[in-house]
């Protein structure tokens, strides 16, 4: 069945550093591709996303491809801030024959971010 | 509105009593999802409502009773849970495979 693998946390970096969190996937269809962040005690918030192979997404200094050849959505920033300690979920959904997909997440990686 | 409320945020009870979750969207988003979040752990889906009609049980105990009284509202019936059943409980809406939007969700801590 479909998959996703992030790499284990938690991860640690000090303020200004260079942000990647890998992601791969395992998928039949046509995937989307999501990257949700959960801060403490709260709930879930959609990141960023991409619905087709060669699809950047951004927001708030993240970014991801969406790599095909290398089934791949890893996560990006070129500099963090404290402000960004969460964990990151790495998601997919995939739909067939445009039926509504549901969403399968990765393990989720925790990100520490020291000042 | 872009958001989904989920009512109440915290929620404690003994495991003879009954209780409710509530989750609104008006979005006009024809899926609705409930979710169950461990510590630590990733969100794993309960059930999935698409026009108002559950679509997947994901063989949820039965103590566990979704409800879709129409295209806004989710509700989450709890009754005589066990302490294993504690966890945050989200509410999640959408329209399309382009984006889900989740509450805040609910704390809820069987005692």
């Known amino acids: 069945g479909d998959s996703v693998t992030q790499m284990e946390g938690p991860v640690t970096l000090s303020e200004e550093a260079f942000l990647t969190i890998n992601c791969t996937y395992t998928?039949?269809?046509?995937?989307?591709l999501f990257w949700y962040v959960q801060y403490p005690g709260e709930g879930l918030q959609l990141l960023l996303k991409?619905?087709?192979?060669?699809d950047k997404g951004s927001n708030k200094g993240f970014e991801a491809t969406y790599r095909k050849e290398t089934t791949s959505f890893h996560l990006e920033k070129g500099s963090v801030q404290v402000s960004d300690s969460a964990v990151y979920f790495c998601?997919?959904?995939?739909?067939?024959?445009?039926?509504?997909?549901?969403?399968?997440f990765g393990k989720g990686t925790k990100l520490s971010v020291k000042p | 509105d872009t958001e989904v409320t989920q009512t109440p945020k915290h929620l404690v009870m003994g495991m003879t009593n009954k209780k409710s979750l509530k989750c609104e969207q008006h979005?006009?988003?024809?899926?609705m999802y409930w979710y169950k979040q461990k510590a630590k752990k990733p969100p794993e889906l309960m059930f999935v409502?698409?026009?108002?009609?559950?679509?997947i049980n994901e063989s949820v105990p039965s103590r566990f009773s979704p409800e879709c009284p129409n295209s806004s509202l989710l509700n989450l019936h709890l009754h005589a849970l066990q302490p294993e059943d504690s966890a945050l409980y989200l509410c999640?809406?959408?329209?399309?495979?382009?984006?889900?939007?989740f509450g805040s969700g609910t704390r809820l801590t069987v005692v």
């Open positions: 979005m006009g988003h024809r899926a």
């Open positions: 991409a619905t087709k192979a060669d």
């Open positions: 998601a997919l959904s995939d739909s067939y024959g445009g039926s509504q997909g549901n969403l399968i």
């Open positions: 998928a039949t269809g046509y995937p989307s």
């Open positions: 999640a809406s959408s329209p399309s495979n382009y984006g889900y939007t």
């Open positions: 409502y698409s026009y108002e009609k559950l679509s």
